[in-house]
């Protein structure tokens, strides 16, 4: 049921977007594209824009952010589940975005980055901390956001790339395109298949036996549709996602005996539908930005041995209405205004259900000399529950005259609301939960500078953070596990980033860094035998580094990429862990130049080249080496 305090606050919500256009001016400026206007985060914060051949090198989003950020990736192995952990935050606390649509689960909280192809997506951006309030609600730890390109006026395009790698991995995806100064419409095509069949050595044996993992073969394949219209000063769009995985759960190293594995028979389908309206535009003092979405997921778990067939199907409708009003050159006014319905049903719930997931932003963003001021606040509507005070504090201040040496502050507090399976789960879930809520700070300051063919940016960031009423699952006194509102943790590190650019002669040089050094503790006993006071939680590592070393050279391309990751602990009382491991991953490519129009690339990509026998999350088997080649073919 939708109460009258529901429906007024929505009602008032729509009038001030009402007033919001009402602002709008006469004034047009005439240009012939339209670009995508988007509210960027202010300076302010922090943020990670991940490098375009970073992209074109990952197969899905999990790989990508794993090798190219300073997040933490936990990936229960190849195609499996993976999920991403900002700042020693859970996985629930990272929104993701598409194209400004909010993606998360509404039954858990989560979205799983191993069904994003990175063909389906044009550039990935990060934003840590407390710009996640800014950009996606319930961002306790930080919010990724994908987005597609919309160009018009560059006539027909086409590009096929097929890839043939280790252990029976085929992957081929298309894009074709066309536009002109009207109209744009492009289509894209993913398919995937993979065996997963590598050797492993099993250390939960005291032989420790070499094992061919089984029952892991993957089964991917989507559509991308985009249809866009360019009018005079805005564009009116419409673009369709379809993805399905098929993948079947190998078991644990502890399920395994010598040679012989426990047939578990596991298997999960992942199938989504997402539909996206889009209405975008300028005046001289207005930039605005609607967009209407349908989202459709559904799981299927199957597990034959304890017979056992799960179906989960959750629904969205979201509706964001966003805009920027330039009163003067330098003093932004900006609105965001997402209404969101998610409704869920699931074999783990007694009935479906339903609630309005909404929010209001208004802030404003203020240049005053070498000075950037930003102060934002969220209201947020939640079901019944109305938080109306969310705000957040950015200060940028330029120390030289021309803006090469920042310092930054930044301060929030943000929520995050109880998941569908937190309230409603059978047997266990709890309606008396609480809402989460975080209070953030961070410091930073960055230098840039240009010495001759020679450009680096260095960036470093401190950061901590307070989580209250941190949801956890915990058995109860029925052998029943259920969630409550009880432990506190905190979160404090440093993150620091380098960028470098450079040419020697006809040798171009790119490096990009990530370090992140990371403290998450938990700060209250859940019962007085607690003994994860004060300790480190699990899985999350207090150091990561990640590191690509690029050098062109004519039409050849070298690339090497570093990703090391410190120990996690397994067990909350820090007495178990999993030993840091560092993986290196080359790769060597060629461009062909056929003629003025059409171009083909090859090139050959080697992950783990030294072998690394490890686990990301424990008894769950990784690839050792293995090899990827792939053939592209691109036509203007």
């Not at 027909?156 to 890839?163: D, E, G, K, L, R």
């Not at 109209?183 to 993913?190: N, P, V």
């Not at 960055?446 to 001759?452: E, M, V």
């Amino acid at each position: 049921m939708i109460s009258i305090k529901n429906i007024l606050i929505l009602v008032i919500l729509l009038l001030l977007q009402g007033f919001v256009f009402s602002q709008e001016t006469r004034d047009t400026l005439q240009l012939k594209t339209v670009l995508v206007l988007e509210s960027k985060v202010p300076a302010a914060y922090k943020s990670t824009q991940l490098d375009s051949s970073a992209t074109r090198q990952a197969v899905n989003l999990s790989e990508l952010l794993n090798s190219s950020s300073p997040v933490f990736v936990k990936t229960y192995g190849s195609g499996s589940l993976a999920s991403v952990s900002f700042r020693g935050t859970g996985a629930n606390h990272t929104s993701v975005l598409w194209n400004g649509v909010t993606l998360n689960s509404p039954m858990n909280g989560q979205v799983d980055f191993s069904l994003f192809p990175t063909p389906f997506i044009d550039d990935a951006t990060l934003y840590h901390g407390a710009s996640g309030l800014i950009n996606g609600s319930g961002a306790l730890g930080g919010s990724v956001e994908l987005n597609n390109a919309t160009s018009f006026n560059r006539g027909f395009s086409t590009t096929m790339q097929q890839s043939i790698g280790s252990f029976g991995n085929y992957i081929s995806n298309a894009k074709i395109s066309y536009s002109n100064q009207k109209w744009l419409t492009e289509t894209q095509f993913y398919f995937n298949t993979n065996k997963n069949n590598f050797e492993f050595t099993n250390v939960a044996f005291k032989e420790q036996p070499r094992i061919t993992q089984q029952n892991a073969n993957l089964k991917q394949y989507g559509l991308q549709q985009a249809i866009y219209r360019h009018l005079k000063n805005n564009k009116l769009g419409v673009r369709f996602w379809y993805f399905n995985s098929n993948r079947e759960l190998p078991t644990s190293m502890l399920s395994m005996l010598n040679d012989d594995v426990i047939p578990a028979n596991e298997t999960q389908q992942d199938e989504s539908y997402r539909v996206m309206l889009e209405w975008s535009g300028f005046t001289s003092k207005l930039n605005y930005r609607i967009t209407s979405a349908y989202l459709k997921d559904k799981l299927i778990y199957k597990n034959n041995s304890s017979s056992t067939h799960s179906t989960s199907n959750t629904e969205v409708f979201d509706n964001k209405l966003n805009t920027s009003t330039y009163l003067n050159y330098n003093f932004t006014l900006k609105n965001v205004l997402s209404v969101r319905y998610e409704q869920a049903k699931t074999d783990g719930f007694n009935q479906s259900h339903s609630r309005f997931n909404n929010y209001w932003l208004l802030g404003i963003d203020k240049q005053i000399k070498r000075l950037n001021l930003s102060v934002f606040n969220r209201t947020m509507m939640v079901s019944d529950e109305v938080q109306m005070v969310a705000p957040s504090l950015g200060v940028l201040y330029g120390l030289t005259k021309g803006n090469h040496l920042k310092i930054k502050a930044n301060a929030a507090i943000n929520y995050n609301y109880p998941t569908f399976n937190d309230l409603y789960w059978s047997v266990g879930g709890n309606e008396d939960l609480q809402q989460e809520k975080a209070e953030m700070v961070e410091l930073g300051a960055s230098y840039k500078a240009k010495i001759r063919s020679t450009v680096f940016t260095n960036e470093v960031t401190a950061f901590y953070s307070h989580v209250y009423d941190w949801i956890i699952w915990l058995p109860t006194n029925i052998n029943i596990w259920s969630p409550t509102n009880l432990r506190e943790v905190e979160n404090k590190g440093i993150e620091y980033s380098l960028k470098l650019n450079t040419t020697y002669q006809k040798l171009k040089i790119k490096f990009n860094g990530n370090y992140a050094y990371t403290i998450s503790t938990n700060r209250k006993a859940k019962n007085y035998n607690d003994n994860s006071v004060n300790k480190q939680l699990i899985y999350v590592p207090y150091h990561q580094i990640n590191y690509t070393l690029e050098l062109s050279l004519m039409s050849f391309q070298l690339s090497y990429n570093y990703n090391y990751i410190g120990r996690r602990f397994m067990s909350t009382d820090n007495n178990w862990y999993l030993p840091a491991n560092y993986i290196s991953n080359v790769s060597i490519a060629k461009d062909f130049k056929v003629n003025s129009k059409t171009k083909l690339n090859g090139s050959l990509k080697v992950n783990n080249i030294f072998n690394q026998d490890y686990q990301a999350i424990a008894w769950r088997a990784m690839p050792g080496r293995n090899y990827l080649f792939t053939l592209s073919f691109q036509f203007n």
